[in-house]
């Protein structure tokens, strides 16, 4: 449980109220910017750091909030669109309206975290980019990143991948404690399948410089659909997490793996294999393919033909082998009876 103060009262707002809170806002930046004093700068009961960037966020959520407490963005208190000319109190300094946050509609950053108490309906100081002081519900301690919790406003939940950057944890186990973030930053990170996709998640886990595999929780993610990048994930994959448009994280496959590899065989005699692959149908833990690309086979009868079987590969517009046919056969040659050509 958090060790917070009680959230102060507040007043409901009215566009000069919200233009008042604004210069006092702004009074405090021009503070923090020629400060030469460290980096974290106390007002009142709010811990900021210089460099961070601050909004007021009216709580809308329902309860009242501590300091470290999560909500999500759900526009702004004071509609631009009002009247024929934006609002002189949307102009000065955005508010925002603050819900309990909810996937995936507030993934990708699209969340504020309280840097004071905020009663219900008041008005107070959030943070939404920068260095801040955040409360986790710690999976791995090997977790990079935080995200929101679906319905959750208490605490930022880890994982390999997120919006929020951890910079440092409080404690060295798992579970609730507070942490230094930076919010507004999220990098691709590079992680390994541990399973066979289930064709709309799949477990993974992050990997360091030398491709070994860091933390024991499995993180899972949604994958991008097969259809648009043209194959599935398979355990051992190496995949690259990026986010789509509504801040969802997607795991996208980089390398994939050749080491129980699906074999096709040749035919038997003069018989063509009916084998084929394709890339996006793989043998459950035997992805990849290995085959001869062209073989001959001939009878051992005189006069047989030798036949030709060849299988045709199909690559895309990046170069990656997506599908293997079945054999084709064809005559190679004609062959004539054998005779004794030396000389006598």
Known sequence: MKN????SSGDELTGQKLLDLWAAVHELQDKAITSVQPP???VGETLMFEESAFVLVRNDSGSDCQATDVLGIDGSVVDPTSGADPPPAFLQGLTLKGITPATPDHLGGKFVICAEPIKNNAVGKAWAA????????????????AEVQDGESSALTTGASGSARIVWMDGSDTGEQYALVQLGLHSPLIMQAQSD???????????DTDGNTVGDTN???????SD???????????????????????????FGTSDNATTLDGGTDDSANTDDWDITDQ???APGVIFTPIRLAWSGTPGDPVHQYTRQMTFDSQGRLVAVSAENQSDAFATGPCGDSRND
Do not use: M, N
């Open 4 to 7: 917070a103060p009680a959230p």
């Open 197 to 207: 996709s289930d064709g709309d998640t799949v477990d993974v886990l992050p990997i």
């Open 130 to 145: 920068g260095l801040c002081i955040a409360y986790l519900d710690v999976q791995d301690t090997t977790d990079l990143y």
């Open 40 to 42: 974290l700068v106390r």
């Open 283 to 285: 043998t459950s833990g």
């Open 228 to 254: 648009v990048c043209g194959t599935t994930i398979y355990a051992d994959d190496l995949v690259s997490t990026v986010e789509a448009a509504d801040g969802t994280p997607l795991a996208v496959p980089v």
């Open 219 to 225: 993180s899972t993610i949604k994958v991008l659909s």
